[in-house]
């Protein structure tokens, strides 16, 4: 049982930057991807971001291509999310997902942290 742990939310200006991680408990195998995900209040849960563990390969949502990255560390376990040029409505509480292979569902949730950013 994979348990994911995000850190970094809080409160930054528009314009400014945060990193978020996201702890697995355990090593993550080659075939697992990792994703972001966000929602805000009264809206609905929107795809971020996603990085296959083996490959480093990446895909991003519309909304956030071209401002935020996400990346990963091996030998700790831990992926990032680089959120730069932060917009109010990028205010959310975020998630750090896991899943076992391409096809498979989002099995694997974190608690979320939240980002504030105000203008």
């Known amino acids: 049982q994979v348990q994911l742990v995000e850190s970094g939310g809080g409160l930054v200006q528009a314009g400014g930057s945060l990193r978020l991680s996201c702890a697995a408990s355990?090593?993550?195998?080659?075939?697992?991807?990792m994703g972001w995900f966000r929602q805000a209040p009264g809206k609905e849960r929107e795809f971020v971001a996603r990085i296959r563990w083996s490959s480093g390969s990446t895909y991003y949502g519309d909304s956030v291509k071209g401002r935020f990255t996400i990346s990963r560390d091996n030998a700790k376990n831990t992926a990032y999310l680089q959120m730069n040029s932060l917009k109010p409505e990028d205010t959310a509480l975020y998630y750090c997902?896991?899943?076992?292979?391409?096809?498979?569902?989002?099995?694997?949730w974190g608690q979320g942290t939240q980002v504030t950013v105000s203008s």
């Open positions: 355990e090593r993550t195998f080659s075939s697992y991807y």
């Open positions: 997902a896991a899943k076992i292979n391409f096809l498979s569902d989002w099995g694997y």
